[in-house]
């Protein structure tokens, strides 16, 4: 298992910026694709974006494509979210997930594929 602990979140006027964290434990954090998902009361869990293992492949959703940014240290055994130019439709509970499949290359965007998950943290963009 490999444990994850989201933070970062709060409140942010719409325009502003937030960057999230996810610290990891256990397993390896750096034989993982990981991503990043989001969900708010009585909706599906939604995929925000996700990366390789290494670092070097992102994807991520249309509605979020250009305004965030999702990256890694695998020194620190950490995932990061920048989210700049947020909306009120960005008002969520934001989790980071990983993918266990040992090094693959695969960036799924279904919750299915990934195997653990944070806590979450709440983001709230007020207008």
């Known amino acids: 298992q490999v444990q994850l602990v989201e933070s970062g979140g709060g409140l942010v006027q719409a325009g502003g910026s937030l960057r999230l964290s996810c610290a990891a434990s256990?397993?390896?954090?750096?034989?993982?694709?990981m991503g990043w998902f989001r969900q708010t009361p009585g909706k599906e869990r939604e995929f925000v974006a996700a990366?390789?293992?290494?670092?070097?492949?992102?994807r991520y959703a249309d509605s979020v494509k250009g305004r965030f940014t999702i990256s890694r240290d695998n020194a620190e055994s950490t995932l990061y979210l920048r989210m700049n130019e947020l909306k009120p439709e960005d008002t969520a509970v934001y989790y980071c997930?990983?993918?266990?499949?040992?090094?693959?290359?695969?960036?799924?965007?279904?919750?299915?594929?990934?195997?653990?998950w944070g806590q979450g943290t709440q983001v709230t963009v007020s207008s």
């Open positions: 997930a990983a993918d266990l499949r040992w090094r693959t290359y695969a960036l799924t965007f279904v919750p299915e594929a990934y195997s653990q």
């Open positions: 990366i390789n293992w290494s670092g070097d492949s992102t």
């Open positions: 256990g397993r390896t954090f750096r034989n993982y694709a």
